[in-house]
């Protein structure tokens, strides 16, 4: 079983930056990819940005240039820094993991214009 616990959301202005964390725990000694998704109200939840055990990136078209996503496999963490905030970044954000899927319980970022 895998626990997952984001921390690092909150309230900015348009323009600011925040950085997400997640951690993982669990018999699982390595997660092959961590990734971020994101759910806006009323819309679906869509990738963000996804990373593999090897450090390979990908990220969702909205996002690039902006978010970078990483992480420290001996802490079974994974990091989104988000920079230049747009109003259209506020959702929850969800951590994910695979092998086995599992989630986060969400943390809610909300940026003002």
């Known amino acids: 079983q895998v626990q997952l616990v984001e921390s690092g959301g909150g309230l900015v202005q348009a323009g600011g930056s925040l950085r997400l964390s997640c951690v993982g725990s669990?018999?699982?000694?390595?997660?092959?990819?961590m990734a971020w998704y994101r759910q806006a109200p009323a819309k679906q939840r869509e990738l963000v940005a996804s990373i593999t055990i090897g450090g390979s990136a990908n990220y969702a078209d909205s996002v690039k240039g902006r978010f970078t996503i990483s992480r420290d496999n001996a802490k079974k963490t994974v990091y989104l820094q988000m920079d230049n905030l747009k109003p259209e970044d506020t959702g929850v954000y969800y951590c994910?993991?695979?092998?086995?899927?599992?989630w986060g319980q969400g943390t809610q970022v909300t940026v003002s214009s």
């Open positions: 669990g018999s699982i000694d390595r997660f092959i990819v």
């Open positions: 994910y993991v695979s092998s086995p899927s599992s």
